[in-house]
């Protein structure tokens, strides 16, 4: 079922508002600083970090609305018009709740940021959690009521790869022993958040699953995003750490993880037969290491020749 007029009403009053925001108090900050009434409070609030904040946050609010007007559809909508095999998300339920925020001055969840980039390779479907009003942004949701087991399974035959967040509730670990009979070691990869506690827990719940043993939590810091990295499988069920690392000239500051996690990925992709390409250079750090260069030799020019 599409969503009501009412939905519709909200997502374009917060895109409006998104806007505005940005467009006018940006416009309001350059006015008032020329009269001399930009001060105080007034000065804070049209900051344009702050204005950044507020039109990311309404921007975030659009999408759930938009995201609420295709719940019923969405999965199915984008199975019929993508005909490559799916990549299923499987997650606990609880973990939609830590992933479904908004995200200083980013619109984008963090399942969003999973979605942008394996939709590059296939649909990114997940099952929906009964009763919710507003889906979790990211995975195209699909909704069943009573056997949620047959649905998981269906959709797991289709896939081509099968992404799991770890987590200790009795129904993940019913389709982690479900993954180990069904799917081939190289088309399962666990995304592994932050938090060794929480890793450690599913691990020792979950290794009886496993023919070998799962890797160690790494205590190294190697990305600034809420996921620590990825678990990949040998043929043989051996397990390895897949750990981010940060590239100077295709990473990113601000939204490190797209491009941390393409990187990655090269081996699983390879093993599954999917093309993989490296992230897009990043510009305006190349333009700037550029520049920085550019005046370097200047100065030591100037200096050899003085």
């Known amino acids: 079922m599409r969503g009501s007029l009412k939905d519709s009403t909200m997502r374009r009053t917060f895109l409006l508002l998104a806007i505005l925001v940005m467009v006018g108090g940006l416009i309001a900050n350059i006015a008032l600083d020329r009269i001399g009434l930009l001060t105080g409070y007034i000065k804070a609030f049209l900051n344009p ?28 909508d984008l199975l019929a ?47 929906g959690r009964p ?5 979790v942004l990211g995975a195209a949701r699909m909704y069943v009521d009573g056997d949620w087991q047959t649905t998981v399974t269906g959709m797991i035959a289709r896939a081509q790869l099968v992404v799991l967040r770890v987590g200790a509730t009795n129904s993940l670990l019913w389709e982690v022993g479900y993954l180990k009979r069904e799917v081939q070691p ?14 450690e827990e599913f691990r020792a719940m979950a290794q009886r699953f496993f023919p070998r043993p799962l890797p160690e939590y790494p205590m190294w810091r190697t990305s600034r995003s809420r996921i620590k990295g990825l678990i990949c499988f040998e043929r043989d069920w051996t397990a390895r750490f897949l750990t981010f690392k940060h590239s100077l000239l295709r990473g990113s500051i601000m939204d490190p993880l797209p491009r941390a996690l393409q990187a990655v990925l090269q081996p699983v992709y390879e093993r599954i037969g999917v093309p993989w390409y490296p992230p897009a250079l990043n510009w305006v750090r190349l333009l700037f290491l550029s520049f920085v260069t550019f005046l370097s030799l200047c100065i030591l020019y100037v200096n050899i020749s003085g």
């Open 186 to 199: 190289e088309r399962l990869l666990l995304v592994i958040p932050r938090g060794r506690k929480n890793y």
């Open 81 to 127: 018009s993508d005909p490559r095999p799916p990549i299923v998300y499987l997650r606990s339920f609880k973990a939609d709740a830590k992933e479904d925020r908004h995200l200083y001055l980013q619109s984008e969840t963090q399942e969003e940021k999973l979605a942008a980039v394996f939709s590059k390779v296939g649909p990114f479907i997940a099952l």
């Open 131 to 135: 009763g919710e009003s507003f889906p």
């Open 49 to 76: 970090v702050c204005l950044m904040s507020a039109s990311s946050f309404f921007l975030y609010l659009s999408n759930k609305y938009n995201a609420r007007m295709h719940r019923d559809s969405a999965a199915a």
